[in-house]
């Protein structure tokens, strides 16, 4: 397997962090309610105006989040290179430091929370996830494995997949992490034509299951069942497949909706719900189908809404290894927080430099960055004025309930109830 390109490394790993802070900041709301008050997405911008009501969700315009942190963190102690030994030490420390309720972490979603919760307990016994969380592990932070060495770089399917154990149980999670760590890994070392991305994708994860059924015994060795992963690995690869014959990514929405319906418990409206089956193949649309788009793909996928964290971040990681450096947006990385030092070590894990020696320097520094975002935030909201609900009195409440029960009643029940209630009253 070649040694990836250095400037493409560099791309994914910058598209990860501005996708990630772009799209984060419209995380929750709906593609319309961003439309109607963000019009189209340029730039990151302050989301306090779409927040209504749900004011406590504000995040800082340009300051990424707790997937982008573990993926720099990751690249900085490369725990690979030890066979995955003191991961949960290491995120134990990094939220053990600062202010934040995780530490230095900045919004953590449900997956990350519990990963969290298991590293601060645990540290390192060495024990995978128990948990179910039927939600898309964030690729990106298993990025910095691509800048390895060829004799570590060929393995990247196995780490990727070990790396993602430690997140859940979920299979179609496991599964569509590691297909997205093999599709940016072919991104970076291929040269594909914009008409072939998608078959390339498509290939990629094909390939990634072939691997799955002649590994069996390592998939045994992380307490995985080898036909039932493979099984679920089936579904994620359909799921990207059943985009193949759509121009648009409006069309491939609809489709990847219709194929999630038969897995998914719920009515299913849009494609940027965080599921392995819905965002996996809708990033993998938006970054595909960009060519019919006048935005750039990450700023098509932050205006999706929903999980648009994730989803912007992936597509741009997809983005930058297909390119590199030059194909992102100038302003997003211009404008991004901590610009600097975010390229000092993307360098460094570029270059695969030993940089445990930085791992103090980048904790107090995310520290400070967390500690600056809570006291931003608090000061939002000291000028939010809440409007309080009015108390009904128990007399009121009575006669609420009864006025339900009465118009449910049929006319004859209503006339009775009428007549002893004039009875009642003395009438």
């Not at 998914?264 to 189908?289: D, E």
Request: charged fraction near 25%; aromatic fraction near 8%; glycine fraction near 6%.
């Amino acid at each position: 397997m070649a040694t990836a390109q250095p400037n493409k490394i560099a791309g994914a790993l910058w598209g990860a962090i501005m996708g990630d802070a772009l799209g984060s900041l419209f995380e929750g709301m709906s593609k319309a309610h961003v439309r109607a008050v963000f019009k189209t997405i340029s730039e990151f911008t302050d989301p306090l105006p779409g927040l209504k009501g749900k004011e406590e969700r504000w995040k800082k315009p340009g300051l990424y989040t707790a997937p982008s942190q573990m993926m720099l963190l990751f690249g900085i102690a490369a725990p690979w290179r030890k066979k995955t030994a003191g991961i949960q030490s290491l995120i134990a420390r990094a939220a053990s430091i600062g202010e934040g309720e995780w530490g230095v972490f900045r919004h953590p979603d449900i997956l990350l929370r519990d990963f969290i919760e298991r590293c601060r307990a645990c540290e390192d016994n060495g024990s995978f996830s128990d948990g179910f969380q039927r939600v898309m592990i964030p690729p990106s932070m298993f990025l910095p494995l691509l800048a390895s060495p060829p004799n570590i770089l060929r393995d990247s399917v196995r780490i990727s997949t070990e790396f993602a154990r430690f997140f859940t149980t979920d299979e179609c999670a496991i599964a569509s992490a590691a297909f997205a760590i093999h599709c940016a890994l072919r991104l970076i070392e291929a040269d594909v034509d914009q008409n072939d991305l998608l078959e390339s994708l498509i290939g990629c994860a094909q390939s990634s299951i072939k691997w799955f059924a002649g590994h069996t015994a390592e998939l045994f060795a992380l307490r995985i069942n080898p036909e039932s992963f493979i099984e679920k690995a089936r579904l994620c690869a359909e799921s990207l497949e059943a985009i193949r014959k759509e121009q648009s990514v409006e069309e491939a929405e609809s489709r990847i909706c219709a194929y999630a319906a038969a897995h998914y418990p719920h009515a299913i409206t849009r494609a940027s719900i965080n599921h392995p089956l819905l965002v996996f193949p809708f990033a993998c649309a938006h970054f595909c189908f960009s060519h019919n788009r006048d935005a750039h793909p990450i700023m098509s996928a932050a205006a999706e809404g929903g999980a648009s964290g994730l989803l912007a971040s992936m597509v741009g990681m997809f983005a930058g290894a297909h390119a590199g450096i030059s194909s992102l947006p100038h302003n997003l990385r211009e404008s991004l927080i901590n610009k600097n030092e975010i390229g000092r070590f993307i360098a460094g894990i570029c270059e695969n430099r030993q940089m445990s020696h930085e791992l103090e320097t980048f904790l107090q520094s995310e520290a400070a960055l967390t500690k600056k975002e809570i006291e931003e935030h608090n000061a939002k909201l000291k000028h939010v004025k809440h409007k309080e609900k009015k108390k009904t009195a128990p007399l009121h409440q009575e006669e609420k309930l009864t006025r339900h029960v009465v118009e449910s009643w049929t006319k004859l029940d209503k006339a009775k109830w009428k007549k002893q209630k004039k009875k009642h009253h003395g009438e």
